[in-house]
């Protein structure tokens, strides 16, 4: 167990980190209202903002960042000032290093796959929804959200969410366990000769040759904008924030949505 003293300097540790965090919070909101001031953000006809939080700083859309204009150096400046004015406190605001987005394709693909599925049905596995989606390739995507074959064992793993006390677990199924639970489902598959037939999705999965694997299952948050990665061959439990997802977006604003955000906020390191 630990001692008092552990105790007593755990506890100011965690006052001085909700200390921290509040007056972060208070810079950032400063942030935001002179953003609006400058009308570079503005929200819209639902009355929200296309922007969010991000650590220490803000993304906004790209098109939303190029309203500053050229001269982004008087932009900071102001901002900073402005912040100061509010808060009492004295912060550089820069642009914040966004890293380089993982290849789109797949992830697109898979979306697209997934429109019609609503946003608690992505986090939470649902039979009748896997049901529903009637073709194999969309249950495929659906399905390995939450499932995986791990590698050099007879098991398969699948996440549930524990109707009791309300949180995800995993499960370890043997594979006359998994044919079992998933028996009911059937789906549209493209056979040899071009035609669709309805077959088991469980028993198409099972032999499917590009079926998601892994070798073990953990839970390991980790921080994507600092270069951090989930480890490969991880079934990672950590599934990060759910943010909304925006369907039926127009083509021509298609660029907007699949690059979307600049990243600003928070210098490390005032300059004198």
């Known amino acids: 167990p630990k001692s008092n003293e552990q105790d007593t300097q755990s506890s100011e540790e965690r006052i001085m980190s909700y200390f921290c965090q509040e007056y972060e919070r208070r810079a950032l909101y400063a942030l935001f209202k002179f953003m609006c001031l400058k ?27 190029d309203r500053v204009g050229k001269d982004k150096t008087s932009f900071f400046a102001e901002a900073s000032a402005f912040i100061e004015a509010e808060t009492g406190l004295r912060l550089g605001i820069t642009e914040k290093k966004y890293p380089q987005p993982p290849p789109l394709k797949d992830e697109i693909e898979n979306a697209a796959k997934l429109k019609d599925v609503s946003d608690e049905d992505l986090i939470v596995f649902n039979h009748e929804t896997l049901k529903q989606l009637h073709f194999y390739e969309r249950q495929k995507v659906y399905f390995e959200l939450f499932a995986s074959k791990v590698l050099f064992s007879s098991c398969f793993v699948l996440v549930r969410r524990d109707p009791i006390r309300n949180i995800d677990q995993s499960v370890q199924m043997r594979e006359a366990d998994l044919r079992t639970s998933f028996q009911h489902v059937s789906g549209l598959c493209c056979t040899k ?11 198409n999965w099972i032999r499917d040759n590009d079926m998601r694997v892994c070798n073990t299952v953990d839970f390991r948050p980790y921080n994507p904008d ?27 604003d298609a660029v907007n949505y699949l690059q979307p955000f600049h990243y600003i906020g928070i210098a490390r390191r005032q300059r004198r």
Not at 193 to 203: P, W, Y
């Open 226 to 252: 600092s270069g951090d990665e989930s480890p490969p061959g991880l079934f990672n439990l950590f599934r990060g924030y759910a943010i909304p997802r925006e369907v039926n977006v127009p083509v021509e």
């Open 193 to 203: 000769k071009g035609t669709l037939e309805e077959e088991s999705f469980i028993a």
């Open 39 to 65: 009308e570079i953000l503005a929200p819209d006809s639902n009355g929200r903002y296309r922007m969010m939080l991000r650590y220490d700083g803000i993304d906004i859309l790209k098109r939303d960042w």
